[in-house]
């Protein structure tokens, strides 16, 4: 299996990997769009031809942001949904609204080292949000992905994936200290894990899902950190970027990989894989900055597991919200 590689690099925007591509036809879905890297992988997508929805837990951002797209892209049918990951009632409400054909599903809303909480269904906030909810919006969206014909799903993770591989004794911290940064990072190794099985179980409905890291970019994601921490974490980036570690991206070029593995041609039927600039990352025991991916998020065991696991959760969720 060769690794998929190209000319794109950490400098690369969503707008120039869109150059030359035509989604006419298509049709898109991309959560957390009115904000950082998902309003500019929503634009790029737009700016290609595709119908884009913004799934967007607040829909003021969301006209704006729509109204902002419309005017750079020049498409009048951006279309504003309300999805709040966080309450499986609104998952399923969006999913069972949605008619037609899927193409394209971008799972980029996230939220990250938040204090402990929990979600309306009682989930741990960041597992439950990051994982579960996007788990139960692909598994809801089935049917309009197949109907697709040559669907993909895109999987936003992150490099802090190697924090922590998914706890399934304790997947919701009730018998760990709550530490948000290992939540983070098992929400995020669940992304890719979901990615793998959801080749595995759907690749014969023409459903691919790809896992990628954006990443360093500055955006909203970081409104938990203290004005402290922020600026610590600012001055280790500029460090990491004079050693050649990484440097820190744009929202434009952090969009760059979710176009790619959206949109290029390079991944027709390719799935389970997680990707970086726009490359396919490397398998490695040890990140080099941001750089790789380690084994246990491709764990082909895992994610079986993990997607059982959801189901189960859901099931549970949705037999309480019955009753």
């Known amino acids: 299996m060769n690794r998929i590689t190209n000319d794109f690099d950490d400098t690369t925007t969503a707008m120039q990997v869109m150059d030359g591509l035509d989604l006419t036809g298509r049709r898109a879905i991309v959560t957390g769009a009115a904000s950082g890297i998902g309003v500019e992988t929503a634009r790029a997508l737009a700016h290609g031809g ?167 970019v500055w955006t909203p994601l970081q409104r938990h950190w203290s004005a402290e921490r922020r600026a610590a974490n600012e001055e280790n980036a500029r460090q990491a970027e004079a050693a050649g570690l990484f440097r820190m991206k744009t929202p434009e070029q952090g969009a760059a990989t979710s176009v790619f593995l959206a949109a290029s041609p390079r991944v027709y039927g390719i799935g389970g894989r997680y990707f970086e600039d726009c490359h396919e990352a490397e398998v490695v025991d040890q990140l080099r900055g941001l750089a790789g991916v380690l084994p246990h998020a491709l764990d082909r065991d895992a994610a079986r597991q993990l997607w059982d696991a959801s189901a189960q959760l859901l099931a549970a969720a949705r037999t309480d919200m019955a009753s």
């Open 50 to 216: 595709a119908q884009v929805t913004l799934a967007v837990r607040d829909v003021e951002a969301g006209e704006r942001a729509k109204a902002d797209i419309a005017f750079t892209s020049g498409r009048d049918d951006v279309r504003v949904a309300r999805l709040d990951l966080a309450d499986l009632r609104s998952v399923d409400a969006f999913t069972h609204e949605w008619q037609g054909p899927l193409h394209i599903l971008v799972n980029n809303a996230g939220v990250m080292d938040t204090p402990q909480g929990a979600t309306a269904q009682g989930w741990e906030t960041q597992f439950g949000v990051n994982h579960l909810g996007h788990f139960a919006l692909a598994t809801g969206l089935h049917d309009g992905l197949a109907a697709a014909g040559d669907a993909r799903v895109v999987s936003v993770s992150s490099s802090g994936h190697a924090a922590s591989p998914v706890v399934f004794d304790d997947l919701f911290f009730e018998r760990r200290d709550y530490e948000p940064g290992l939540a983070y990072g098992q929400s995020k190794t669940a992304n890719v894990l979901f990615a793998v099985e959801a080749t595995r179980r759907w690749a014969m409905d023409g459903i691919t899902a790809n896992a990628l890291t954006p990443g360093g």
